[in-house]
């Protein structure tokens, strides 16, 4: 079946980067892949550097016009975004399911949390104030305003392809800026359908804008381009650190959200059946490839023989397959690239003396997709790759440790610190973990952080700024003061 022939609305399908109000082809046709049959799905056109450039002046004129729109309006038209998004869910989950594999039950969610952000930016839009204040000269006034940054240039991830747009690019709009989208090359086609409807909702030609391309390429120009005044990007540490120091030339504004290593703690008195239940729930959501999901499950030894077994329960019955079907747990890994990553990992930890309880292996050949069996790994060490590293795959591992003490240093023991989860029921431990965890987000009996009015962000190398809730508007704003004299009392 095609692509085309899965759709209701079958113009969602769109294969071209939109700049200015229009489609624009590019060049060549890079392969777009199902990663659950590897069958092409589409081709997508370079637009190179020349087409980022377009879309960057096409940004830098529009904002001109969009920051003096009235924030009421620019809030009914996220409106009217946000409601042919939710008209058009069952679509847009399609091709997530087609372009980057999790199920649909998981791709009609990621839908709703992404339209989530466009709702709460919004209504956040008409709250963007300032404050009056006394300054300490006699006969002034003082007071704050926010205006919005200007041009934004983002680089959105392949696991999230509509949400990690829609919770950068609400925001922004809402505050007056306008963007240059360039999504991840895996994961086209859920980008250009939101800038598709983004259209029909009426927001302005070169306000919103989705290059695609080589990267490498398009990302030294949008961090040089003087236009852009901020850049926003999710995806590894790595690559963020690279954006940072390509847009400190011109000392532009950053928000990245970097790679975690998230660490799941079960203490003593934590209930063991909804600790299990959260692992599944935060470590094998998107088949593990999420930045918060847990990367090592650390429990306290007197529980954690109950607990190996209560979570094998659960990980030996997960089922891996193609998205679209309806008894599918797990989809497909992004691509075969990260099944051979994942078990190196998986094998690197059985060579460090882990032992493995259920899964570990590819099943590339049984499922004829990019497919890693779900897997428990008890044991090893602290210091072997799967405890240091993102696994980004459905592998969940578990280490024992004696006190609350060892748990917390074992815990921070990663220059990463976006989130992290504990279970227990003691109050006092509650205060204690989460005060002493260096992690910008903690579950405490919950196994999921975001949403759109809560501040998403990390510590150290796990980024910078925070997306989501009044913050995430703030993010795309300047804060200027205005001292007035000569007032007559």
Not at 178 to 198: C, D, Q, R
């Given at each position: 079946?095609?692509?085309?022939?899965?759709?209701?609305?079958?113009?969602?399908?769109?294969?071209?980067?939109?700049?200015?109000?229009?489609?624009?082809?590019?060049e060549?046709?890079?392969?777009?892949?199902?990663?659950?049959?590897?069958?092409?799905?589409?081709?997508?056109?370079d637009?190179?550097?020349?087409?980022?450039?377009?879309?960057?002046?096409?940004?830098?004129?529009?904002?001109?016009?969009?920051?003096?729109?009235?924030?009421?309006?620019?809030?009914?038209?996220?409106?009217?975004?946000?409601?042919?998004?939710?008209?058009?869910a069952?679509?847009?989950?399609?091709?997530?399911?087609?372009?980057?594999g999790?199920?649909?039950?998981?791709?009609?969610?990621?839908?709703?949390?992404?339209?989530?952000?466009?709702?709460?930016?919004?209504?956040?839009?008409?709250?963007?104030?300032g404050?009056?204040?006394?300054?300490?000269?006699?006969?002034?006034?003082?007071?704050?305003?926010?205006q919005?940054v200007?041009?934004?240039?983002?680089?959105?991830?392949?696991?999230?392809?509509?949400?990690m747009?829609?919770?950068?690019?609400?925001?922004?709009?809402?505050?007056?800026?306008?963007?240059?989208?360039?999504?991840?090359?895996?994961?086209?086609?859920?980008?250009?359908?939101l800038?598709?409807?983004?259209?029909?909702?009426?927001?302005?030609?070169?306000?919103?804008?989705?290059i695609?391309?080589d990267?490498?390429?398009?990302?030294?120009?949008?961090?040089?381009?003087?236009?852009?005044?901020?850049?926003?990007?999710?995806?590894?540490?790595?690559?963020?650190?690279?954006?940072?120091?390509?847009?400190?030339?011109?000392?532009?504004?950053v928000?990245?959200?970097?790679?975690?290593?998230?660490?799941?703690?079960?203490?003593d008195?934590?209930?063991?059946?909804?600790?299990?239940?959260?692992?599944?729930?935060?470590?094998?959501?998107?088949?593990?490839?999420?930045?918060?999901?847990?990367?090592?499950i650390?429990?306290?030894?007197?529980?954690?023989?109950r607990?190996?077994?209560?979570?094998?329960?659960?990980?030996s019955?997960?089922?891996?397959?193609?998205?679209?079907?309806?008894?599918?747990?797990?989809?497909?890994?992004?691509?075969?690239?990260?099944?051979?990553?994942v078990?190196?990992?998986?094998?690197?930890?059985?060579?460090?003396?882990?032992?493995?309880?259920?899964?570990?292996?590819?099943?590339?050949?049984e499922?004829?997709?990019?497919?890693?069996?779900?897997?428990?790994i008890e044991?090893?060490?602290?210091?072997?790759?799967?405890?240091?590293?993102?696994?980004?795959?459905?592998?969940?591992?578990?280490?024992?440790?004696?006190?609350?003490?060892?748990i917390?240093?074992?815990?921070?023991d990663?220059?990463?610190?976006?989130?992290?989860?504990?279970?227990?029921?003691?109050?006092?431990?509650?205060?204690?973990?989460?005060?002493?965890?260096?992690?910008?987000?903690?579950?405490?009996?919950?196994?999921?952080?975001?949403?759109?009015?809560?501040?998403f962000?990390?510590?150290?190398?796990?980024?910078?700024?925070?997306?989501?809730?009044?913050?995430?508007?703030?993010?795309?704003?300047?804060?200027?003061?205005?001292?007035?004299?000569?007032?007559?009392?």
């Amino acid at each position: 079946m095609s692509v085309a022939d899965r759709l209701k609305d079958k113009t969602l399908y769109r294969t071209a980067s939109f700049i200015d109000g229009a489609w624009v082809q590019g060049e060549g046709a890079k392969p777009i892949l199902n990663p659950a049959n590897n069958e092409m799905i589409a081709e997508i056109g370079d637009v190179g550097a020349d087409g980022a450039r377009s879309a960057i002046a096409a940004a830098a004129t529009a904002f001109e016009t969009w920051k003096r729109i009235s924030p009421f309006e620019r809030s009914k038209l996220l409106m009217r975004w946000h409601q042919l998004i939710l008209e058009n869910a069952a679509d847009l989950a399609v091709l997530i399911t087609l372009e980057m594999g999790k199920t649909q039950r998981e791709a009609m969610g990621e839908v709703v949390y992404g339209a989530a952000f466009i709702e709460w930016s919004a209504e956040e839009a008409k709250r963007i104030h300032g404050e009056t204040m006394q300054p300490p000269f006699p006969n002034s006034r003082g007071w704050t305003i926010h205006q919005p940054v200007g041009v934004v240039a983002c680089i959105t991830p392949w696991n999230f392809p509509n949400a990690m747009i829609t919770r950068k690019c609400a925001p922004a709009l809402a505050a007056g800026c306008t963007m240059v989208i360039k999504p991840a090359p895996e994961t086209p086609l859920s980008a250009l359908a939101l800038a598709e409807l983004a259209r029909r909702a009426g927001i302005p030609d070169g306000v919103f804008n989705v290059i695609c391309g080589d990267a490498q390429v398009l990302g030294p120009v949008m961090t040089g381009a003087p236009e852009v005044k901020m850049i926003g990007f999710t995806g590894s540490t790595a690559v963020g650190k690279l954006l940072m120091r390509q847009a400190a030339d011109g000392v532009k504004r950053v928000a990245l959200e970097l790679g975690g290593n998230a660490p799941f703690i079960v203490m003593d008195d934590a209930d063991i059946e909804a600790a299990a239940d959260g692992v599944i729930a935060s470590k094998f959501r998107v088949s593990g490839q999420t930045c918060v999901s847990a990367n090592r499950i650390i429990v306290q030894s007197g529980i954690a023989d109950r607990f190996v077994a209560a979570l094998e329960a659960r990980v030996s019955k997960l089922k891996p397959g193609d998205g679209f079907d309806g008894t599918s747990d797990l989809g497909p890994l992004i691509h075969h690239e990260a099944v051979a990553r994942v078990d190196a990992l998986v094998r690197n930890a059985r060579e460090s003396g882990a032992r493995i309880v259920t899964g570990g292996k590819p099943l590339v050949d049984e499922l004829g997709g990019a497919f890693y069996a779900p897997t428990l790994i008890e044991g090893g060490n602290p210091t072997m790759d799967l405890a240091c590293f993102e696994i980004f795959g459905p592998v969940a591992s578990i280490y024992r440790l004696d006190t609350e003490d060892e748990i917390l240093r074992l815990a921070n023991d990663t220059p990463y610190g976006l989130a992290a989860y504990v279970y227990t029921r003691d109050v006092n431990r509650v205060y204690r973990i989460t005060e002493g965890l260096d992690y910008g987000m903690i579950g405490v009996n919950a196994p999921m952080v975001g949403s759109a009015s809560t501040p998403f962000g990390g510590m150290k190398e796990s980024g910078i700024g925070r997306e989501g809730g009044k913050w995430g508007v703030e993010e795309f704003s300047e804060l200027k003061y205005v001292l007035l004299g000569g007032v007559e009392a």
